[in-house]
């Protein structure tokens, strides 16, 4: 398994942005999707983002549009911009190698109103 490690995650106000990244070591972007996902609290994971090697990244409908997933080869990050958060929006993110079952520790995300 992969040592995934998130980060970026904090408290913030309804409509700020916030950028999450996720260290993937040894994981070859070229060869591999990554995922994003979240859980709230008392509610079950669910996916949020993934992007495919060749860059196609597809969203959840309750953040198309605000939310983009991107890869950084060079760092070997997985990175998720979320912008006009919105309270919904609070919970954990958790970073994912699909087909592997790596999962990160989790980065805490609050928005409040």
């Known amino acids: 398994q992969v040592q995934l490690v998130e980060y970026g995650g904090g408290l913030v106000q309804l409509g700020d942005s916030l950028r999450l990244s996720c260290v993937a070591p040894g994981v070859d972007f070229n060869s591999q999707s990554m995922a994003w996902y979240r859980q709230a609290s008392g509610k079950r994971r669910e996916a949020v983002a993934s992007i495919q090697p060749e860059g196609t990244a597809y969203y959840a409908p309750f953040v198309e549009g605000r939310f983009t997933i991107s890869t950084d080869k060079n760092k070997n990050t997985v990175d998720l911009q979320m912008d006009s958060l919105k309270p919904e929006d609070t919970a954990v993110y958790y970073c994912?190698?699909?087909?592997?079952?790596?999962w990160g520790q989790g980065t805490q995300v609050t928005v409040s109103s």
């Open positions: 994912n190698v699909p087909g592997t079952g790596s």
